[in-house]
């Protein structure tokens, strides 16, 4: 995708990141976004989600740190891919997110290449 320029000036970046488990799209700003390509294996300390028009994303936020930690070798999958379902905060617990719509079947595709553990993401484009 495209980088989007916002009013204040920012340029947001969003790539679909994966581990062996799913996928999700992150948003980064400026040069944090600029310092990522696709097939870069990141590790990001410090992020956090939240809802973007109902979409899940994974964001670095001010304090969060992503690092390049390798590329290409890693099990992943884009499969199912969060950010393409729609979600609601639960009412009875606002912080917990809630899928909006059931999703009848989830295709899980196997996840390929070598293992480099979970607490890393596969920077791919959609």
């Given at each position: 995708?495209?980088?989007?320029?916002?009013?204040?000036?920012?340029?947001?970046?969003?790539?679909?990141?994966?581990?062996?488990?799913?996928?999700?799209?992150?948003?980064?700003?400026?040069?944090?976004?600029?310092?990522?390509?696709?097939?870069?294996?990141?590790?990001?300390?410090?992020?956090?989600c939240?809802?973007?028009?109902?979409?899940?994303?994974?964001?670095?936020?001010?304090?969060?740190?992503l690092?390049?930690?390798?590329?290409?070798?890693?099990?992943?999958?884009?499969?199912?891919?969060?950010?393409?379902?729609?979600?609601?905060?639960?009412?009875?617990?606002?912080?917990?997110?809630?899928?909006?719509?059931?999703?009848?079947?989830?295709?899980?595709?196997?996840?390929?290449?070598?293992?480099?553990?979970?607490?890393?993401?596969?920077?791919?484009?959609?």
């Amino acid at each position: 995708r495209q980088p989007v320029h916002t009013a204040q000036g920012s340029t947001v970046h969003t790539w679909l990141v994966a581990d062996e488990t799913a996928s999700v799209e992150i948003s980064l700003f400026d040069k944090m976004g600029e310092a990522i390509s696709p097939g870069d294996i990141v590790k990001l300390a410090d992020g956090y989600c939240a809802l973007y028009r109902e979409a899940l994303v994974l964001y670095a936020g001010q304090r969060g740190e992503l690092r390049r930690v390798g590329d290409f070798e890693m099990r992943y999958t884009d499969q199912p891919n969060l950010s393409a379902w729609s979600w609601e905060r639960d009412a009875n617990q606002p912080s917990n997110l809630l899928l909006a719509k059931p999703v009848t079947a989830l295709k899980h595709q196997p996840a390929t290449g070598a293992a480099e553990g979970p607490s890393h993401m596969k920077v791919s484009t959609r």
